[in-house]
Nanobody
Framework: QIHLAESGGDSVQAGGSLRLSCQAS????????MAWFRQAPGKEREGVAA?????????YYSATARGRFTISQDYYQKTATLQMNGLRPDDTAMYYC????????????????????WGQGTQVTVSS
């Protein structure tokens, strides 16, 4: 079992930046997938970005995140960071960290039901 804890959510003006961090405790094994999802009120949870740690470090992004957001994983500190630039009001959501121990993310990285562990979420609010 592992525990994930997110931090860094805040209120920011459109065009601003935020950096979200996910701290894991417990063993993530040699290879693992860590990802960020988000969910706005009344909407389904959607994948934002994912990264495979302990392997080739492949990254994946949703169409809306690509070019604005960057995901990275510190394999040794068991953290995943989402750097978000050029934030827009429609980025407003609860952001969740998720992980799959012992697996690469792969092509189906955005399928929420593949993830074994989830954090409690951190709120991001972007104002016009």
């Amino acid at each position: 079992q592992i525990h994930l804890a997110e931090s860094g959510g805040d209120s920011v003006q459109a065009g601003g930046s935020l950096r979200l961090s996910c701290q894991a405790s417990g063993s993530l094994y040699s290879t693992n997938c860590m990802a960020w999802f988000r969910q706005a009120p009344g909407k389904e949870r959607e994948g934002v970005a994912a990264v495979t740690g302990g392997g080739g470090g492949a990254t994946y992004y949703s169409a809306t995140a690509r070019g604005r957001f960057t995901i990275s994983q510190d394999y040794y500190q068991k953290t995943a960071t989402l750097q978000m630039n050029g934030l827009r009001p429609d980025d407003t959501a609860m952001y969740y960290c998720a992980a799959i121990p012992r697996r690469v993310c792969g092509g189906q990285w955005s399928a929420a039901d593949r993830y074994n562990y989830w954090g409690q979420g951190t709120q991001v609010t972007v104002s016009s």
